[in-house]
Nanobody
């Protein structure tokens, strides 16, 4: 399973941005999608998740400003970030829990995308 993250860029404070993460490859289904970010000088942190049944959860730092969604037909997840702040500057990573065939059996594995840079300026 390969994940391609996109949508990052340079934005100003208060603006919005939508990140996308598209999965390709061989898998039976995609379960939960998760977004993480790594801000400069900090550890990677969880941002938001969405389950296969579209239940979404958010970190306190983005709650009320973020919306995670998924398009099952396109094998893609999205993270909409509104009212961006300087502190949202980070590399954003997506991952997905995929059901894949391994050695003749089905099993779940988590796959990560390469990250997309979001830079917020004043």
């Amino acid at each position: 399973v390969q994940l391609q993250a996109s949508g990052g860029g340079l934005v100003q404070t208060g603006e919005s941005l939508t990140l996308s993460c598209a999965a390709s490859g061989t898998f039976a289904n995609l379960n939960a999608w998760t977004w993480h970010r790594q801000r400069p000088g900090r550890e990677r942190e969880w941002v938001a998740s969405i389950t296969r049944t579209n239940i979404s959860t958010y970190a306190d730092s983005v709650k009320g400003r973020a919306a995670v969604s998924r398009d099952t037909a396109k094998n893609t997840a999205y993270l909409l970030m509104n009212n961006l702040k300087l502190d949202d500057t980070a590399v954003y990573y997506c991952n997905v829990d995929a059901l894949v065939a391994r050695g003749g059996r089905w099993g779940n594995s988590v796959y990560w995308g390469q990250g997309t840079q979001v830079t917020v300026s004043s």
